[in-house]
């Protein structure tokens, strides 16, 4: 079992920034991958940026180049930094852990961006 907590949602204006967390109940050094995900009204849940055991990092063409994912295995904890944010950004926030074949999700974070 792993459980997830997420924080740092919040309410911020275009072109501001926002650091996402999630902190895991267990060691993240096994977690074969960790990712960010989000859902906005009316639609459906899509990933936004995922980082696996060995560091390798994938991201929705949306958000290359303003969202960065990292880990910190020390901590336990799962980062998204976002930048250069837009309303269409405006969504729940989700992290999600893949182990042993199991996926596990946080209870979400909301981020809203105001034009």
């Known amino acids: 079992q792993v459980q997830l907590v997420e924080s740092g949602g919040g309410l911020v204006q275009a072109g501001g920034s926002l650091r996402l967390s999630c902190a895991a109940s267990?060691?993240?050094?096994?977690?074969?991958?960790m990712g960010w995900y989000r859902q906005a009204p009316g639609k459906q849940r899509e990933l936004v940026a995922r980082i696996t055991s060995g560091g390798r990092t994938n991201y929705a063409d949306s958000v290359k180049g303003r969202f960065t994912i990292s880990r910190d295995n020390a901590k336990n904890t799962v980062y998204l930094q976002m930048n250069s944010l837009k309303p269409e950004d405006t969504a729940v926030y989700y992290c999600?852990?893949?182990?042993?074949?199991?996926?596990?999700w946080g209870q979400g974070t909301q981020v809203t961006v105001s034009s």
């Open positions: 267990r060691s993240i050094f096994s977690i074969n991958a």
């Open positions: 999600n852990a893949r182990w042993n074949l199991n996926d596990y």
